[in-house]
């Protein structure tokens, strides 16, 4: 085993032990490192740690430069932090990021958005699937259940569709109708659920799912084989119903997100509140919904713009 290979071992460790990352993120880690050793072994590169200079780090750019941005910058950062934790724990005298400048230009991409009335067609065909099936044994009436259920909790919450996957029955609190989430690098942030008909269908979810759930390690979302929902199975919930529901748009989990965040502002609540709701960490990142949200601002413009208050004759 070559000494990259067992540092890199070490820096896992440190991530998932002393900084308590994600699952997700030491995936995407380890994944960025090994392709990283990768390019040193088709380069017949030293793979001794200290070896590494900024002439190799330029040429592994280069290899990536075909990458989408974002991606680039994630497999950056990750060997930022695996370095920085080289020269913390001395391993190496000088880190080859040291006094780099790397720029990566990112396009901003305004997030898609739903209108109201698409929401309502998404929500109008999961119940009336969920009233076909009248017998509430079988199969059908169960999977058109927990799918109102999935949609439910995405445009409630506006949480991320990792967040409604993980859910426990322990995070759901039917009388309060308060939801724990749990975000990004273990942030917990509470939303209520004050829709009556929700925490209602919730309920019904639960007490037909009961068994399940325990059986599924109390996660919340269960699949048709008896365990956690994954992510990828609500992405594909989402799919099917917003193409039967005719939605010309391609409608994913994080459209709810968005979609959310943009009614909110159309109803005048403070970004700030729609900064604690999403769980974003810097309102910058929330603040994007504001250029977004183009029937505000239209509104904004037609009854507040000072032009009105004068007129020009000829």
């Given at each position: 085993?070559?000494?990259?290979?067992?540092?890199?071992?070490?820096?896992?460790?440190?991530?998932?032990?002393?900084?308590?990352?994600?699952?997700?993120?030491?995936?995407?880690?380890?994944?960025?490192?090994?392709?990283?050793?990768?390019?040193?072994?088709?380069?017949?590169?030293?793979?001794?740690?200290?070896?590494?200079?900024?002439?190799?780090?330029?040429?592994?750019?280069?290899?990536?430069?075909?990458?989408?941005?974002?991606?680039?910058?994630?497999?950056?950062?990750?060997?930022?932090?695996?370095?920085?934790?080289?020269?913390?724990?001395?391993?190496?005298?000088?880190?080859?990021?040291?006094?780099?400048?790397?720029?990566?230009?990112?396009?901003?991409?305004?997030?898609?958005?739903?209108?109201?009335?698409?929401?309502?067609?998404?929500?109008?065909?999961?119940?009336?699937?969920?009233?076909?099936?009248?017998?509430?044994?079988?199969?059908?009436?169960?999977?058109?259940?927990?799918?109102?259920?999935?949609?439910?909790?995405?445009?409630?919450?506006?949480?991320?569709?990792?967040?409604?996957?993980?859910?426990?029955?322990?995070?759901?609190?039917?009388?309060?109708?308060?939801?724990?989430?749990?975000?990004?690098?273990?942030?917990?942030?509470?939303?209520?659920?004050?829709?009556?008909?929700?925490?209602?269908?919730?309920?019904?979810?639960?007490?037909?799912?009961?068994?399940?759930?325990?059986?599924?390690?109390?996660?919340?979302?269960?699949?048709?084989?008896?365990?956690?929902?994954?992510?990828?199975?609500?992405?594909?919930?989402?799919?099917?119903?917003?193409?039967?529901?005719?939605?010309?748009?391609?409608?994913?989990?994080?459209?709810?997100?968005?979609?959310?965040?943009?009614?909110?502002?159309?109803?005048?609540?403070?970004?700030?509140?729609?900064?604690?709701?999403?769980?974003?960490?810097?309102?910058?990142?929330?603040?994007?919904?504001?250029?977004?949200?183009?029937?505000?601002q239209r509104q904004i413009l037609t009854t507040k713009h000072p032009r009105k208050d004068f007129s020009m004759q000829f």
């Amino acid at each position: 085993m070559s000494i990259i290979q067992n540092s890199t071992k070490e820096f896992i460790n440190h991530c998932k032990y002393e900084k308590n990352l994600s699952e997700k993120t030491i995936k995407a880690y380890s994944i960025d490192i090994r392709q990283f050793m990768e390019f040193l072994i088709e380069k017949n590169y030293s793979l001794e740690i200290e070896n590494i200079t900024k002439a190799e780090i330029r040429e592994y750019l280069e290899v990536i430069s075909c990458l989408k941005p974002k991606t680039i910058k994630r497999k950056i950062a990750t060997m930022k932090a695996m370095f920085n934790f080289y020269e913390f724990e001395d391993k190496i005298l000088v880190n080859p990021f040291r006094k780099m400048r790397i720029k990566i230009q990112e396009p901003k991409r305004l997030p898609k958005v739903m209108e109201i009335r698409d929401v309502n067609a998404i929500f109008k065909l999961a119940y009336n699937k969920n009233i076909s099936c009248k017998d509430s044994t079988t199969y059908s009436y169960l999977e058109t259940l927990r799918n109102v259920v999935v949609i439910e909790l995405l445009f409630a919450t506006g949480a991320r569709v990792s967040e409604i996957a993980n859910l426990k029955k322990e995070d759901i609190d039917f009388y309060s109708g308060s939801v724990s989430i749990k975000g990004k690098g273990d942030k917990e942030r509470n939303i209520q659920i004050c829709n009556k008909e929700t925490i209602k269908i919730l309920k019904e979810y639960y007490k037909l799912f009961k068994t399940k759930i325990k059986n599924a390690g109390d996660y919340f979302l269960v699949n048709r084989l008896g365990s956690k929902l994954s992510d990828q199975s609500i992405r594909g919930i989402v799919k099917e119903l917003s193409k039967k529901a005719k939605i010309q748009k391609q409608i994913t989990p994080h459209v709810f997100r968005h979609t959310l965040a943009t009614l909110l502002l159309e109803k005048d609540v403070d970004i700030k509140y729609i900064q604690s709701i999403l769980g974003h960490s810097s309102i910058m990142t929330t603040q994007i919904y504001t250029h977004v949200n183009r029937k505000k601002q239209r509104q904004i413009l037609t009854t507040k713009h000072p032009r009105k208050d004068f007129s020009m004759q000829f």
